[in-house]
């Protein structure tokens, strides 16, 4: 294959990713990403060690890029956008995660390059009408914070446009893994209290405030980012998939598991403290969500193959423990 450019190929997903393709033999890889002014443990630079890359450009040069190499690139897989759900500055939003996405996707489909991008399970909000990627319903859901919404108009964007068929927009659900040290308050619960764990040998998690839910039962769909690697692997090598699809396990599982699943990896007993969930949580707070896999497996994924058990604890004794680290 000719050159793959990732944006966001130094991020969470990203790196991951780029560790994937070279699993393959794809080597020709051209990130665009900022890698910040932080060092130690906490620099982002750190996920790229050990990756074969061709170069790496700042993220403003996306475009031109793309533009300059429009013959020799087979493949953008856009995961460069802001994916806080606390981030508040729509203005910022728009350029980052909206045009951005646009541009990218007008261009591809100019040069006839395939394009991946990712969309956002946060585009359901609260799921009042389900977690189901049918183009027919996602025009009525309702995203709850402005992470959400830019997301959302993406894929209804290329919808209203006619442009599924030039792209495939993947909404990743709960996705939790290695090199999401650098994501602040966006980090997984696992690597949020592994630390937390190894200092007091308890977890804390929100008592719940809805009355269908026990504490710690609230439930969601994590996904281990290496099968949502292996998601986005499989529509390279099937590019006529395309359109905008759920990525998560088909399968919700509860916090409680989740704790379960890390005192299990740990070796230790499980302790857990539940605390009351800030006010200002409590009206947007998802209780549930679950992706409904239907149409990616239909189009030919065979689906997520890693439990929650077993992507837990490849994750903390494979990265998080001494001896691990970031590959």
Same mark, same amino acid.
């Given at each position: ?34 890698? %910040? ?5 906490? @620099? +982002?630079? $750190?996920? &790229? ?6 170069? /790496? ?119 939790? %893994? ?5 994501? @602040? +308050?966006? $980090?997984? &619960? ?6 937390? /764990? ?119 004794? %494979? ?5 691990? @680290?970031?590959?």
């Amino acid at each position: 294959m000719s050159i793959i450019l990732i944006t966001g190929g130094a991020g969470f997903i990203g790196s991951n990713l780029v560790r994937t393709l070279n699993e393959e033999g794809l080597n020709d890889i051209v990130i665009a990403d900022n890698l %910040g002014n932080q060092g130690g443990t906490a @620099g +982002k630079w $750190r996920t &790229l060690l050990g990756k074969k890359f061709r170069d /790496i450009i700042p993220k403003s040069a996306t475009i031109q890029f793309i533009e300059k190499h429009r013959r020799d690139i087979g493949a953008v897989i856009h995961l460069g956008a802001c994916s806080s759900t606390q981030e508040m500055d729509m203005d910022f939003l728009m350029e980052n995660n909206i045009r951005l996405s646009q541009k990218i996707i007008l261009l591809a489909a100019e040069f006839g390059i395939r394009c991946i991008y990712a969309s956002s399970a946060a585009t359901y909000g609260i799921g009042e009408i389900g977690f189901d990627d049918d183009p027919s319903v996602i025009g009525s859901i309702r995203p709850i914070n402005p992470y959400g919404f830019s997301k959302h108009f993406v894929d209804c964007w290329l919808l209203e446009n006619h442009l599924e068929q030039a792209a495939c927009g993947l909404k990743f659900f709960n996705v939790y %893994g290695p090199n999401e040290y650098h994501k @602040g +308050k966006m $980090r997984s &619960l696992v690597l949020t209290a592994y630390p937390q /764990i190894l200092d007091t040998g308890m977890i804390r998690l929100f008592k719940s405030t809805d009355p269908q839910y026990p504490d710690g039962g609230q439930r969601r769909d994590f996904i281990y980012v290496k099968d949502c690697c292996d998601a986005v692997l499989w529509l390279l090598k099937n590019p006529q998939v395309n359109g905008i699809y759920n990525v998560g396990t088909g399968a919700s599982r509860t916090w409680n598991d989740l704790a379960n699943a890390l005192f299990a990896a740990m070796g230790l007993p499980p302790q857990i403290e539940y605390i009351d969930m800030p006010s200002s949580l409590v009206p947007g707070y998802q209780n549930f969500t679950e992706a409904t896999m239907t149409r990616l497996h239909r189009a030919g994924w065979s689906g997520a193959k890693i439990t929650l058990e077993e992507g837990v604890r490849d994750y903390v004794q %494979g990265y998080l423990a001494p001896g691990g @680290g970031i590959r």
